[in-house]
């Protein structure tokens, strides 16, 4: 939470103005209309007040209400077109300003995270982006066309007010005048108080939500370990948070109407005060203080309006900070570069250094040489760096130092969409997205035919249950399904790759959730998909991994050893251990 | 919706003091108006001369605005104190309830709309509610009040104006109808675009690995403009009441001058004076309509969140007693066990009968959809068997109520469920009034020290929510030292060192065999290497019991065993 002050002409502010920048002709254009309205609320009660004054002044004479009807007729016209003009204006704000901030900026938001570097998503919660998402962009679109139209029409409406004001009489003017600047600085400092709040308020909302979510996900530990109380006691002290800035924004927001009510009625009785003086001097004509009466209570209603507009802007502010900082995160840059086809597969890292953090080196000065159609098995304890490796050839995550080829090109030039779509990878975390069976199996393959998709779950050993399944292929699946296990997840995602054909693997712990004599029928098929292929294969279960044609030895992110399996044990080091280790639990 | 209200009963005296001051400023805004007649009357039409009595009224305005405001801002204090300890109330009852529901309503209900339950509809309701707070008691105050005073001052002129406010409501009621459907509409499509979008952050890997960002981007930009369509036509069909509403009550203002002009040649005993206050009257009333329409607008949308929440907080659940006397001694009996998921067709579990000595170490093994985790969620009372029984010390679980169970049963889950929050936190769940030195020492043995000592903070380190910035393996290990640190006569580790290197394990499991020493311990695993060295292993497959006893005896005499070893091993070096 920031600490610096909250000013009400920031940044922020300049940055909205940027932004609406495509839709200033449609802006420019609600700035007449609303010059309609102000005229249509300017006029009305002057031939209102006018048409009563003539009730005042009715001498007895029969035919008053007729002589009244040409009048009541304009007014019903101006009536009638204030109405249509308010709706008009209204349409054109919710449909180009409403849509412009509300849809486009989802619409970016959406887009953004097709580039943003995948570290960013790695640390930060999805309930953090996806409360950007929804409701920061949400608030910014409840309340910025209002705002909009409220600053136009409460300042072009002042403007016209205060020049009626002057040409009725300037002191009376003057008076009233000098009061404005106090009703609007108060209602901008209450507004700028507020918007502190208001930021506590989003960031407090993030993190309620982040924990909502954390704790229906983790519902099985909590009951576990009879947690409910403490959890209680958790979500209660972030809920007491959030209750306390809420509070405290909402009092502040909403007490700037009223003091702006009581400076306008200071104001009603300074005229008073100083029109009945100058009444009484004889300086002024009684009608002249009634008109300017009559201006001066118009005031209030624009007056109250901006200062409300005030406040709902710095809400807008607060939301807009945390859609404007995710929109500016640093994107991966694009590159265009590609390796050259039909490609071999000979994968070369020279010298490569990586960290995730700082302080922590995690890979250090790693060089590895694959051949074209060599099977590699990185084997190694718990954090050496294994899925690293594969983070770096996806490259998911870029080198800090050295490099990794491919077929001799660098691939740090070339497009990560090129170097990916050389690469099949099946994940321990397997991933379904909401849709059918064979969608989430075609997902590397969107044009593949339903016998293709039928082949490849064969082979992956899933067709016979997804015959099960209700609606068999067609049946509607999820990341959150209970109709399929863990290790059907995971056979639909070797499917998947199997189904995708690429001439390069990635095998992390792809069958870590398979049971063992599935996984021997799947090693058929496997084996078809790794013939040929240059894979990297990364599993706990050493056994899985003996026929590999090199075995890397990863310890603390350096290669320890390397070989085959035959040679390895023979060496009898960290690869003997780890071997042995497994049949001495 | 009117369940809900019992959550502002705590506040009834906040509420009486709020509408009190309410009350007290609107018959101040009520009065202005005539104060401000009669300067004009006394000051400008008057008599001049009548200087002293300009001042003396114009004190007393200034009394009654002073008066005003503080009333408002007391007000004002009390209807956002309600809003707001009436949204943190009615979340901590969501929160509560959540918590206290069988695993069977989570899961009818979904994580997704749990979530968006607890946020966001919440939230709807409070910005409701707070709307409610300030108009509810002034918006009835001042229609009645104007319409009170313009009927004193002319009762025909007053019903020129009361014609149009069922034409008013009328419109209200029908554009309400057609708001609510359009506000379903966008409210589902939000849901889709929530759900979406966290699918896609959760598989971010897979969908870059495949290329299908623009995919996943067209899905969400589906979605968005769904709901924009719909929310922008509910906006602007909203924006129809305002205008039209002000078209009618002008009209009534026409209308009063024209027949007011007529009642004044007729001599109904009226003053132009009269006509004027009319004329302010009407505004009051006029704005007034105007709040109370959004309020009625606004119903169908807090219906919508209310009936959403208040399906979590009205479900039945019963808060389960912990029996803190009752102490397992370790022993375990199924008899005839059978468990079916509600709408499978299969059995998860089918008739398994097993005996699990006290403080013997044993394993059950069986390979995907054996029913190793249905097993566990017997275990620890998660679930409740649909047939046999589940016995501890020869007494029908059934008799104990689960969190009675689970206090005697520690497990370290499957799925690693970590919380934002320091790694010692993390595991100090497991037994909340553990000592530093006891979490340090569930830690060691958990071999998290040497995670730890690369971090600055060691056991200080800070976890994202779901512990997100940490790997697999690590949350693993924090999850079993949680399990460690809780002292009970039972341990499940179910599959918990899957995403450890065997090293690791090896580490893990002779630290761990040393400290939980006479407790019972079930181990689930796939792998075979991991149970083989148990007092006994229990075969799973296929929801069956198929084998029961010793490494060596199973080899003997249960194929499927046999099978499993050799795939593992890759036939049999040991």
């Known amino acids: 939470m920031t600490k610096k002050k909250e000013r009400l002409f920031d940044r922020t502010l300049l940055r909205l103005v940027q932004e609406a920048r495509p839709i200033r002709w449609w802006l420019a254009l609600s700035v007449l209309l609303c010059g309609v309205i102000i005229a249509c609320a300017v006029a009305g009660p002057e031939l209102l007040g006018g048409l009563v004054d003539r009730l005042y002044a009715w001498d007895g004479q029969p035919g008053l209400g007729k002589s009244l009807e040409p009048g009541l007729l304009v007014l019903l016209g101006i009536y009638v077109a204030q109405g249509l003009v308010t709706y008009g204006n209204q349409y054109l704000l919710n449909n180009v300003v409403s849509r412009f901030f509300t849809w486009r900026l989802r619409i970016r938001i959406s887009d953004k995270l097709q580039r943003v570097p995948i570290s960013y998503l790695d640390k930060t919660p999805a309930g953090e982006i996806i409360d950007r998402l929804s409701e920061d962009v949400g608030t910014m679109g409840m309340t910025i066309h209002g705002i909009i139209e409220i600053l136009f029409t409460g300042f072009l409406q002042i403007a016209i007010i205060t020049l009626f004001m002057f040409l009725s009489d300037w002191r009376l003017a003057l008076a009233v005048v000098a009061f404005m600047p106090l009703s609007l600085l108060l209602s901008a400092r209450l507004a700028t108080k507020s918007e502190k709040y208001w930021n506590d308020m989003f960031n407090i909302g993030g993190d309620l939500y982040a924990m909502a979510e954390e704790n229906v996900t983790n519902f099985s530990a909590m009951k576990a370990f009879n947690l409910e109380a403490h959890i209680n006691e958790r979500m209660a002290q972030i809920n007491q948070k959030h209750n306390d800035v809420r509070q405290k924004g909402d009092f502040l927001g909403s007490i700037v109407q009223p003091v702006i009510t009581f400076t306008n009625a200071l104001c009603y009785i300074v005229i008073a005060l100083l029109g009945g003086w100058l009444v009484l001097q004889k300086l002024l004509p009684v009608g002249t203080v009634v008109t300017v009466i009559l201006f001066a209570r118009q005031f209030s209603t624009p007056l109250e309006r901006i200062a409300g507009g005030l406040s709902q802007l710095q809400q807008a502010k607060a939301a807009a900070r945390r859609v404007f900082d995710l929109l500016d995160l640093d994107e991966e840059a694009p590159l265009s570069g590609s390796v050259p086809r039909p490609v071999t597969g000979e994968i070369r890292f020279e010298d490569v250094n990586f960290r995730y953090v700082k302080e922590n080196p995690l890979i250090q000065n790693l060089s590895i040489h694959v051949k074209p159609g060599q099977n590699v098995a990185i084997v190694g304890p718990t954090g050496a760096g294994k899925t690293t490796i594969v983070n770096l050839l996806m490259r998911f995550y870029d080198v800090d130092s050295g490099r990794i080829t491919i077929d001799g090109q660098d691939v740090s030039v070339c497009s990560r969409d090129d170097t990916r779509s050389l690469f099949g990878m099946v994940l321990q975390d397997t991933w379904l997205f909401e849709g059918s069976v064979a969608e989430n199996v075609a997902y590397g393959k969107p044009d593949a035919t339903r016998e293709q998709i039928q082949a490849a779950c064969r082979h992956a050993y899933c067709d016979r249950f997804i015959r099960t399944l209700p609606q068999g292929y067609d049946t509607k699946i999820s990341e959150d399904s209970t109709n399929i296990s863990s290790g059907q997840k995971q056979l639909l995602t070797i499917a998947r790759a199997l189904l995708a054909d690429r001439r390069l693997l990635i095998l992390d712990e792809a069958t870590s959730n398979v049971d063992t004599r599935t996984e021997i029928l799947i090693q058929k098929a496997m084996d078809r998909l790794m013939k040929d292929r240059t894979c990297f294969i990364i599993a706990h279960r050493l056994s899985t991994i003996v026929d590999a044609d090199l075995i890397l030895v990863l310890r603390d992110g350096r290669i320890v050893e390397q070989g085959t399996h035959k040679a390895l044990l023979a060496q009898k080091g960290f690869y003997y251990e780890l071997y042995q280790s497994q049949y001495a639990i | ?574």
């Open chain 2, 1 to 574: 919706m009117k369940k809900l209200l019992r959550f502002l009963l705590p506040y009834k005296k906040q509420i009486a003091l709020a509408t009190l001051f309410m009350l007290i400023s609107v018959v101040c805004n009520l009065t202005l108006p005539t104060i401000m007649s009669r300067i004009l009357d006394q000051g400008v039409y008057g008599s001049a001369g009548s200087y002293a009595q300009i001042v003396r009224s114009c004190l007393w305005m200034l009394a009654l605005a002073g008066l005003s405001l503080g009333a408002v801002l007391a007000g004002y204090y009390f209807a956002t104190r309600i809003t707001a300890f009436f949204t943190r109330d009615l979340r901590n009852a969501m929160f509560q309830k959540i918590n206290e529901m069988s695993f069977e309503q989570v899961g009818k209900l979904g994580t997704a709309a749990l979530v968006t339950r607890m946020t966001h509809d919440a939230g709807t309701l409070a910005w409701a509610a707070g709307l409610l707070c300030g108009s509810i008691v002034i918006i009835p105050l001042m229609f009645l009040g104007g319409t009170l005073l313009c009927m004193q001052k002319d009762f025909y002129l007053s019903l020129i104006m009361l014609a149009t406010v069922p034409l008013v409501l009328g419109l209200v009621l029908i554009l309400s109808k057609k708001l609510a459907s359009l506000w379903e509409i966008s409210d589902k499509y939000f849901d889709v675009q929530n759900g979406l979008m966290r699918e896609r952050i959760r598989g971010i890997r897979v969908i870059r690995a495949f290329s299908r960002e623009p995919r996943e981007h067209e899905r969400i930009y589906a979605a968005i403009t769904e709901m924009t369509g719909h929310m922008i036509r509910a906006n602007v069909t909203m924006e129809l009441i305002a205008p039209i509403a002000t078209v009618l009550m002008n009209l009534a203002v026409l209308g009063i001058v024209r027949f007011g002009a007529v009642r004044l040649e007729r001599g109904a005993g009226l003053s132009a004076g009269d006509i004027f206050a009319v004329i302010q009257y009407v505004s009051i009333v006029l704005s007034s309509l105007i709040s109370a329409m959004w309020a009625i607008i606004m119903l169908p949308h807090a219906r919508v969140a209310a009936r959403r929440i208040s399906e979590i907080t009205e479900t039945e659940t019963t808060p389960e007693a912990c029996d803190e006397s009752v102490q397992f001694s370790g022993e375990i009996t199924l008899e005839h066990v059978s468990f079916r998921y509600e709408g499978a067709d299969a059995a998860a579990l089918e008739d398994i009968s097993l005996h699990i000595p006290a403080g013997s170490r044993v394993a059950v093994i069986g390979g995907t959809g054996s029913g190793k985790s249905t097993l566990v969620s017997l275990l620890l009372a998660f679930r409740r068997p649909t047939e046999g029984t589940v016995r501890f010390d020869g007494v029908d679980a059934a008799e104990y109520s689960g969190s009675t169970i689970r206090r005697n049963v520690s497990c370290a889950l499957q799925r690693p469920m970590l919380y934002a929050g320091t790694i010692a936190d993390n595991i100090r769940m497991g037994d909340l009034s553990a000592s530093d030195a006891q979490v340090a020492e569930a830690a060691e043995i958990a071999q998290l020290s040497g995670l730890i000592s690369r971090r600055e903070k060691g056991l200080g380190h800070v976890l994202t929510p779901s512990g997100g910035n940490i790997s697999g393996g690590q949350k693993q290990r924090v999850s079993i030292a949680r399990a460690i640190v809780k002292q009970a006569p039972i341990y499940i580790f179910d599959d918990s060192f899957s995403a450890l290197d065997f090293l690791t394990e090896k580490a893990l499991r002779t630290a761990l065999n040393e400290r939980i020493r006479g407790r019972t311990q079930l181990i689930i695993s796939q792998r075979v290497t991991t149970a083989m060295r148990s007092d006994r292993i229990f075969v799973l497959d296929q929801g069956r019991l198929v084998g029961a006893g010793t490494h060596r005896e199973l080899l003997e005499s249960c194929p499927i065993y046999r099978e499993i070893y050799a795939s593992q091993t890759g036939g049999g070096a040991a």
